[in-house]
């Protein structure tokens, strides 16, 4: 039976946070909440519970989701335990208590050894192959790997942008003359700032899909995007012609560690900069909730790609209109990881791939075709594993120039079972007692056992292997 109803809320940290954050103090915090300060003292200290009045209150006076506020530190806590699971902390037993404990009140702490930990591996993966190859190894994260952890501590939302994009987006005004959103875009583009596009044959652009001429004023664009490409790399010129001190001064508000990583993630906000142009927030959200975040239609309203649809839906964290905390990931087929996006707790791995079990990788089996799937992650200690629905499909790689494999990347998209029911995708499925598909992290961080698709055996568990049986599993192995 289901007691989260009669489950006491103690939010003691997180309700210390939020008053810290707003610069309040608990006299200030309490007068506007109308109880006491002894009273707001007790909550912090989580000495009370909160009660559903004083949520109420608090939603009402300083604009917080009720969802959020009531999430547990669960995010931070998988990332921990996944963590824990290096050989570097064996005979290390912290039970699961204490890593939601710490993930609660001191996230920030957290976010500090997660990136410690992140650097020594990636030190260490690194020395490893200097070993082998008799040369010396880099120290810190890559420019790639710092940019996708600054996206996601920022859970994927840019609030400014946001602003920015629907701003440029109604001086387009493409509901009123009826032209297209790229036609508009290139006209604003030559009369604002004497800048022409051209699209251009493949053997000209060579490896280029987009690229700017400063000499001539000229954007050019390879023949190889499509029709939602082009847009977008025309609504990304747009973006840097006319607000780029705005994104010169979030990529250096970051303070990423070098000028490369720098330039990386000032390209990383233009995309997310673009994608806010052609896919308005308020617009997208409401289209996006009063279809059941049908895909298919968003496409066709915005004129963009379901890459793009799908990646937009991550980063719908507005306080005042949020969407479904969905994440992203995107794959080719050898298992590569090239995005890995999320407005709210992700399933998988931060530091290897996804289970093969999940659908995502045998979306290549099914070109174009989307796929659905309830996955559940292990359960952790006492606690039961988390369910969650997703979407799988193939697409095209941009720029692609009809000679090579098409369909070569997967877009999985994905969001935790209690959220399924505001999706088209799960109309008419029981969502109460559906059809589930236990899932891992990484192969090396996973003790499901059997499982015939394991690549490798758990980091911290003794291989179980004689002359007289054969598993399922290529890698049996013994109980903790």
Request: with cysteine; proline share 6%.
């Amino acid at each position: 039976m289901d007691t989260t109803a009669d489950r006491k809320l103690f939010l003691g940290a997180r309700l210390k946070r939020l008053r810290r954050d707003r610069g309040l103090t608990q006299t200030a915090m309490a007068g506007d909440l109308g109880v006491s300060p002894s009273y707001l003292n007790h909550i912090e200290r989580n000495q009370r519970p909160v009660s559903a009045q004083l949520l109420l209150r608090l939603a009402q006076t300083y604009d917080v989701d009720l969802r959020q506020l009531g999430q547990s530190g669960a995010a931070g806590e998988a990332e921990l335990s996944e963590v824990m699971a290096d050989p570097l902390f064996q005979g290390l037993e912290v039970p699961r208590h204490e890593l939601l404990l710490l993930a609660d009140d001191a996230p920030g702490a957290v976010e500090a050894l997660l990136r410690l930990y992140r650097a020594f591996a990636e030190q260490r993966d690194r020395s490893r192959a200097a070993l082998i190859d008799g040369g010396e190894s880099a120290i810190g994260p890559s420019p790639a790997d710092w940019v996708r952890d600054h996206i996601q501590s920022r859970a994927n939302h840019f609030p400014e942008l946001d602003a920015l994009g629907e701003a440029l987006h109604a001086a387009l005004d493409p509901n009123q003359t009826g032209d297209g959103f790229e036609a508009l875009a290139r006209a604003r583009l030559q009369s604002r700032h004497n800048l022409s596009v051209r699209v251009m044959p493949a053997e000209v652009m060579v490896e280029w899909t987009r690229r700017f001429d400063p000499h001539r004023r000229r954007l050019l664009l390879s023949e190889t995007l499509d029709p939602s490409s082009r847009a977008f790399a025309t609504a990304y010129q747009l973006a840097l012609s006319e607000h780029e001190a705005e994104l010169s001064a979030l990529a250096d508000a970051a303070r990423p560690p070098d000028d490369i990583t720098r330039a990386l993630l000032k390209v990383s906000l233009t995309n997310t900069f673009a994608a806010a142009i052609l896919m308005p927030y308020a617009a997208f959200q409401r289209m996006a909730e009063a279809t059941g975040y049908d895909i298919a239609r968003l496409q066709t309203r915005f004129g963009t790609s379901f890459e793009q649809v799908a990646h937009r839906l991550t980063t719908l964290s507005r306080p005042s209109a949020r969407g479904v905390p969905f994440f992203l990931m995107r794959v080719d087929q050898a298992g590569n990881v090239s995005k890995r996006y999320a407005s709210g707790a992700f399933p998988f791995a931060r530091f290897g791939g996804a289970c093969a079990r999940w659908r995502l990788h045998s979306a290549f089996r099914t070109p174009g075709r989307l796929v659905t799937q309830i996955i559940e992650t292990p359960p952790q200690n006492t606690e039961p594993g988390q369910r969650w629905f997703t979407l799988a499909r193939t697409v095209d790689r941009q720029g692609h120039d009809g000679y090579g494999e098409p369909h070569d990347l997967a877009i999985g998209l994905g969001c935790e079972l209690k959220d399924a029911h505001r999706l088209i995708y799960a109309r008419g499925l029981d969502l109460t007692a559906p059809e589930v598909t236990p899932i891992g992290p990484a192969c090396r961080l996973c003790h499901r056992h059997p499982c015939a698709e394991r690549a490798a055996p758990p980091v911290d568990r003794a291989l179980r292997v004689d002359d007289w049986s054969k598993s399922v599993s290529p890698y049996p192995f013994a109980a903790a």
